[in-house]
């Protein structure tokens, strides 16, 4: 009898674990998500996106009050397959230390990149991005413990500038305008706007991107 009652902890308690692990996912959108493409002078962000799958709550938090970002591991992986060292900065706002998940509330989100210039310093080629979420030795008490890693991202960086066509201009300043953005340069973010502008006036995103950044400024009448 103590022998069965054992046996069936130990199944429910495997089978707890395993339901933990596969309770989230994660998603990469490199430099939007439209574009894997990259040119000189620009900078990778990187959006990941943790996702509850889950029909119940979950809570993820790292010990001592950390951001939930601190578990997040991102690793940019050359042709060969050898890991380049890079020093990963975690833009807009902090990440918060606590996650409460529902069916209702299923993903949070976070903004990593890389600056245009240590882009610049790395030979063209392809290269994969990868990354992975794992709070198996950072998990806060009764918090998720697991780890969950995303699908692998293509990327390819070119030797050259984007080319100079309106359209891929327009977009080139939209990626600086984020990543002043997301730097809390904001001033710099509305220059690179308004030079999209002119390129392409009444473009719908970029007006939408300008929207936004003045919000931030608190200049809200100006962003209708």
Same mark, same amino acid.
């Given at each position: ?15 707890? $674990? ?8 994660? #998603? ?7 574009? +894997?493409?990259?040119? =000189?002078?620009?900078?990778?962000? #990187?959006? #990941? ?25 991102? $690793?940019? =992986? ?19 230390? *606590? ?5 209702? /509330? ?15 310093? &790395?030979?063209?080629? %392809?290269?994969?991005?990868? /990354?992975?979420?794992? +709070? ?6 009764? /918090? ?8 692998? #991202? /293509? ?16 977009? =080139? ?11 809390? =340069? ?8 308004? @030079? ?6 009444? %473009?719908?995103?970029?007006? *939408? %991107?300008?929207?936004?950044? &003045?919000?931030?400024?608190?200049? *809200?009448?100006? @962003?209708?």
């Amino acid at each position: 009898m103590i022998l069965r009652l054992a046996l069936a902890i130990v199944l429910a308690n495997s089978f707890a $674990t395993t339901v933990a692990a596969d309770a989230f996912s994660l #998603v990469l959108h490199a430099n939007g998500g439209a574009d +894997t493409a990259l040119y =000189r002078g620009e900078p990778l962000l #990187v959006q #990941v996106l943790l996702i509850f799958e889950q029909d119940e709550a979950a809570t993820v938090a790292l010990a001592d009050g950390q951001a939930w970002s601190r578990a997040l591991s991102l $690793t940019l =992986r050359d042709g060969a397959g050898q890991a380049v060292p890079l020093e990963w900065a975690t833009l807009g706002v902090a990440p918060a230390s *606590s996650l409460a998940f529902t069916p209702e /509330a299923t993903e949070i989100t976070a903004v990593m990149g890389l600056a245009p210039a240590v882009m610049d310093e &790395l030979p063209p080629g %392809d290269y994969r991005l990868e /990354a992975l979420f794992s +709070t198996e030795e950072s998990a806060a008490t009764g /918090a998720w413990k697991g780890e969950v890693r995303a699908p692998r #991202v /293509a990327l390819n960086l070119s030797a050259e500038q984007r080319p100079n066509s309106a359209p891929e201009q327009v977009y =080139r300043r939209r990626l600086l305008a984020r990543w002043q953005q997301l730097n809390d =340069r904001h001033e710099a973010a509305l220059m690179e706007l308004d @030079a999209a502008l002119e390129q392409a006036p009444g %473009d719908i995103q970029v007006l *939408s %991107d300008k929207a936004e950044v &003045l919000v931030e400024m608190n200049r *809200s009448d100006e @962003a209708s």
